[in-house]
């Protein structure tokens, strides 16, 4: 058994199975959700439950959080009952959502401040990574902290780097974020000029894929926009908000990102449409009905 005793602050479509993952590699587990079905299931499986943000502070000596957005950690972490409120000296949290770059310097000078570590771990991958243990783990912190995590993080991902210093995890989720959004963006340009054009889509897809225009999105969600298939695997609501954060990082560079901002304004109009909780391929569709026309349906 290992001597790292886990608390799991948030069980998701992704929080989930990573805690299940850790609770089958033999870590004692403590977990904590806001809703309790999930917490029920892990704990029916073994997991003990947590009463509280400090209380799972106090019971273990890392804490993992995995949750939506910035205010949600920073209530979590810096709030009444949080768990900085019941951390102690020589632990580590580990805060792998995806979060405003300076949340998680604060949130590490904090824990330092109490004699802790904490480390910026956000993930890519999705659901299916989180299921299958082959997420991409990009991490900012100290090395030290990263030495101790990384048997961890094994348990949970294939490709792990530590990039840097606190927030630097969150730099490089913001740019996977970019990457993905403008190419999910580029993917539905194409097909549904293909379509339109009176091309089979799903056979330019399949000889794109043959070419330099290769891509994991273009293969996954291509395939997604084909069969109409928009059951979330990430969330467009959450992609709208990662983008919101890429830009708010650039505004506070000076830097102009002008292929993200077109790429958040359709991650905008989905949600302003009612398709915050689809798939972020689902983008597609506000193009479609603009274009007034539905890749594999004709007219709309």
Do not use: C, W
Not at 42 to 56: D, E, F, M, N, R
Not at 73 to 80: I, K, Q
Not at 96 to 124: E, K, N, Y
């Amino acid at each position: 058994m290992s001597s790292e005793h886990i608390g799991f602050i948030g069980l998701g479509i992704m929080g989930k199975p990573m805690a299940q993952h850790l609770l089958n590699a033999g870590y004692p587990l403590t977990v904590l959700n806001r809703s309790p079905a999930a917490q029920n299931e892990l704990v029916a499986a073994g997991a003990q439950a947590g009463a509280s943000p400090k209380t799972v502070a106090q019971q273990t000596n890392v804490v993992i959080t995995m949750l939506p957005d910035s205010p949600d950690v920073e209530r979590v972490m810096f709030g009444a009952d949080g768990v900085l409120e019941g951390l102690r000296p020589g632990s580590l949290v580990i805060d792998m959502s995806t979060i405003l770059p300076s949340v998680a310097r604060r949130l590490a000078d904090a824990a330092r401040a109490q004699g802790a570590d904490a480390l910026d771990a956000p993930v890519s991958g999705g659901q299916v990574g989180a299921q299958n243990a082959a997420l991409s783990i990009m991490v900012g912190g100290a090395a030290a902290a990263f030495a101790r995590a990384k048997p961890i993080f094994e348990k949970l991902g294939k490709n792990i780097v530590h990039v840097g210093e606190a927030g630097a995890g969150q730099i490089t989720k913001a740019a996977n974020q970019i990457v993905v959004a403008v190419t999910i963006a580029a993917v539905s340009e194409a097909l549904l000029l293909a379509a339109k054009a009176g091309v089979d889509a799903a056979k330019v897809r399949a000889a794109l894929l043959g070419g330099f225009a290769q891509s994991r999105v273009l293969d996954a969600h291509g395939n997604r926009m084909l069969r109409r298939d928009f059951q979330p695997g990430f969330k467009a609501k959450l992609h709208r908000k990662d983008l919101a954060i890429a830009l708010d990082t650039a505004r506070d560079l000076g830097l102009a990102l002008p292929a993200t901002a077109s790429a958040a304004e359709l991650l905008n109009a989905l949600s302003a449409r009612g398709g915050g909780e689809l798939d972020h391929s689902a983008l597609v569709t506000v193009l479609e009905e603009l274009g007034n026309y539905q890749i594999g349906g004709g007219a709309r």
